[in-house]
Structure formats: C-alpha cells, structure tokens
C-alpha cells in the first residue's frame, strides 16, 4: 500500500488505508488547524528524522476514567502529601522536560523544537493541557495532552523522582473523570498503562468514540 504525501491543503486519507502498522501519511505542517483535524480524526503525529509522520494504528490502546485501576501499593502514595498537583501551571516547562528526559532504550526523542513550539501554540489556544507534580517546590513529573470535547489525548509524561509520573497520571485521570472526560487516548499499548487499566480497542470502536465525544 503507498504512503500518502501531505502538502499546504488540509486533509488526511481515510483511516483504514493505514498501514499494517499504523502508519497513514508523511508530511504536512504542525499548525493548529492540521493538529486538531488529525486528533478529530483518531491520527496522531511522530517525527522521525527530518520527516512528521501520521499514525492511526488499529487497535488502539485507550483508557477509559471508569477503568482506572490503582494498585494497593500506591494508594498510600496518592494519599500521603509527599507531592503537591497543579494543572496548567507550567506547560511549557512540562513539554520541555518531556523532550529532554532520557528513557530506556531509546535514542532520541520525537518531540522536536517545531513540536515543542506547536504544542505551546495549542496551549496558549486552550487546546493542550499539562498536569504537573511539585516536590519541595520543585517540578518534579508531569504529563500533557490534547483535550477535545470529552476526549484527552495523552502526548508524553516525565518522572524526575520515582512515582511522580505515576502520581500525576492517576490524580489528573481522576480529575478529568470529574469533568466528564470519557475517553482518554492511549495511543499505542505500554505495560505500565495497562497496568492502570487501559486496554486494546478496535480503531473502528475508536472512531465512533471520538465522533461521539467530540463535539464540533
């Protein structure tokens, strides 16, 4: 199956031309019209290289707020005041450290300069958030994302101290419960999140989701 090149007009394929692994187009721009057209539609970009590609993998790997699961050996974590939690507070902080936080087992990050600039803009327009976890008055961990309608899209996350990524996932999971968030992204399957609860949906399922949630 060929790769769709994106140019200047603002448009996607359809989904189920995905690749077997997701991957749906090269190209395009990271401005704000073509993020939240991609998100709408259940793509999400991912440098690599000088290149931005598009993915739609199916299945998804999702998490649904009802699901959440937290193990008996961090309830104690959430409960005591070792962190404080904030959101919104320091976003451009947040993505920064996302993007120079070395994790196992990868070379590099993809979160760029241009994906840094671009998400700050979706910011400064209402449509990236970021949770934060302070120690000491200290940035700590964090994680941002997209929020359309009743959807959060998770980007990345950071841990600087152990448990500060787990601690500001689950309280900002809890919290978007609250705000009648019903479906939050995954994106692609990790151990750690299915250990929270998330799980395997058809891209099918997902799009439907999105298309109920999302109102434009």
């Not at 996302?98 to 803009?121: F, M, S």
Request: glycine share 8%; aromatic share 12%.
């Amino acid at each position: 199956m060929s790769l769709f090149a994106l140019d200047k007009e603002l448009v996607f394929p359809p989904v189920h031309l995905a690749e077997p692994d997701g991957l749906l187009a090269l190209g395009g721009d990271l401005s704000v019209e073509r993020l939240l057209l991609a998100y709408r539609n259940g793509i999400f970009p991912w440098y690599e290289g000088a290149y931005i590609l598009w993915w739609s993998p199916d299945p998804r790997f999702v998490l649904f707020p009802g699901e959440l699961r937290i193990s008996k050996s961090i309830k104690p974590l959430i409960n005591r005041n070792e962190f404080s939690f904030t959101v919104n507070n320091a976003f451009a902080q947040v993505i920064h450290h996302c993007k120079k936080t070395k994790r196992p087992g990868q070379q590099g990050t993809w979160i760029t300069d241009e994906v840094e600039k671009a998400y700050c803009q979706m910011h400064e327009q209402g449509f990236a958030h970021s949770a934060e976890v302070w120690k000491d008055g200290k940035l700590v961990g964090g994680l941002y994302g997209i929020r359309l309608g009743n959807v959060f899209f998770g980007e990345s996350m950071f841990s600087h101290v152990s448990n500060a990524s787990r601690f500001a996932l689950i309280k900002y999971i809890q919290l978007l419960k609250t705000e009648g968030i019903k479906l939050i992204d995954c994106q692609v399957y990790t151990e750690y999140l299915e250990s929270l609860g998330a799980r395997m949906i058809d891209r099918k399922d997902f799009i439907e989701l999105l298309s109920a949630y999302i109102v434009l």
